[in-house]
């Protein structure tokens, strides 16, 4: 039997170390693998899935293996042979993952011997073999050593900085994996947007002009009705003037009637007096 025993640093890891751990591992991932297919390839290579220089699955693969391989730690042959078995079901695992949902996966060992099915290969299992011995005999070790002088709040800030950076690359990328067009995606929606709100100013536009419209048609209405309501008055003024001017007239004939009627009565007894006392 091999010995299992937890080491004195792993056991007060706190939650902000693991996640600067992650953030470090896959950056160092980034640059092991692209600094090594590079020389392979006789060019730069970028062995990110995004722009920047961020492979998540060696910061899961590094720090989750650094705390489960910590009890084998004592052992190198059989923390060789754990990490190099263990590293590998998780590339498969990966790898399977990346093809259910992006429909590839982000490397390809199809031109290395003792490949199945281009995702895990013979010559990386010895090679995690040897990475699972340096990250959890020396690596992990110093980088919580290291981590544990970072002040909390600057390493929340940078670390926040960093994986939201990344979403956002992570985000794009995945878009782009799926045929979707992030561009023309936002053109898309802007000329759905432009054409949305010609559509509400256009309405609006002919509100107005509909309001305006039954603005100036009760204005008419009621320029109509006020001419139509003078006019009424106007008219019953000039009756009443009429009657009153009338009965003035025939009130006035009445009194020259009465005073003309009153003169002949006058002027006869004045002719009957007159004859009567002329003979005399």
């Known amino acids: 039997m091999f010995p299992l025993h937890i080491a ?90 990346m093809q259910f949902f992006l429909g590839d996966f982000w490397w390809d060992y199809n031109e290395k011997p003792f490949n199945y099915d281009g995702i895990i290969c013979l010559e990386s299992t010895l090679g995690w073999g040897l990475y699972g011995i340096i990250v959890v005999k020396w690596l992990h070790p110093y980088t919580l050593f290291r981590t544990a002088m970072i002040p909390p709040l600057f390493g929340k800030v940078v670390c926040f900085v960093i994986l939201a950076a990344y979403m956002i690359d992570f985000i794009y990328h995945v878009l782009l994996a799926l045929h979707i067009d992030v561009q023309q995606s936002i053109t898309e929606r802007s000329m759905q947007a432009a054409a949305l709100a010609r559509e509400k100013t256009t309405n609006a536009i002919h509100l107005v002009g509909e309001k305006k419209d039954l603005a100036i048609e009760m204005m008419q209405d009621k320029r109509d009705m006020a001419l139509e309501m003078m006019h009424d008055k106007k008219d019953l003024a000039i009756g009443i003037m009429q009657d009153k001017r009338d009965m003035a007239l025939e009130l006035v004939h009445d009194k020259k009637d009465a005073v003309t009627g009153k003169v002949r009565e006058k002027r006869q007894a004045v002719l009957n007096w007159y004859r009567e006392h002329r003979w005399r």
């Open 8 to 97: 004195p640093e792993f056991l007060h890891v706190t939650r902000l170390q693991l996640v600067e751990c992650f953030v470090i591992y896959s950056i160092l991932g980034w640059l092991v693998e692209s600094a090594y297919m590079s020389i392979c390839e006789k060019k730069l290579t970028n062995r990110g899935f995004g722009f920047g220089p961020f492979c998540p699955i060696y910061g899961f693969g590094a720090t989750i293996g650094a705390v489960v391989l910590s009890p084998f730690r004592a052992s190198w042959p059989v923390l060789y042979v754990v990490s190099a078995v263990g590293a590998t079901i998780f590339e498969l695992f990966v790898g399977r993952l």
